[in-house]
């Protein structure tokens, strides 16, 4: 969704709410890609507070389809996010902030998707569980172990101490 900026930058406006939501249903971030289960409205305070200079505020979620790092099983994982930026259109502005700002504004237009999509990118946790002591997959047959056991041999033993069984084995023999 794009929002016009040149009504508040003109002088028409000082302040102004919208009513927005995410338009995309994935979330790709170049490496992996999220299915995006919720994805409310929220509204989007934008203020003028300097002739070329603006705030925008809100804050909102969405909801992602992402999959547990130990059975890979979907987990539904909201992300908080809360947008408070000051955009500043004049020319003096330093190149640091207007490559950050370049990533949503383009002209007088405000991209909602960029926006959020950033926001929420930063917010991802680092690690997602579906419950605290999920039990993950069978390093032998790939099973989920949350739902029983497969009956492998996962007794692994260092290959350091491999020399130690076989002096074992060999006194069982005798």
Known sequence: MLIDLRELLSGSQDEKTFSVSVDFDKFDDGVTAYNISDKPLFDLYIKKIDKNKIS????????????????????DTVIDFAIDDIVDFNDGASEDEAKEEKDYIDGYNLDVDKLVFGETLISIPGKTLCKEDCKGLCLICGANLNEGECGCDRDVLDPRMSVFKDILNNFKEV
């Open 56 to 75: 925008i505020k809100g804050n909102s979620s969405v909801t992602l389809e992402i999959p547990c790092d130990r059975c890979l099983e979907p987990v």
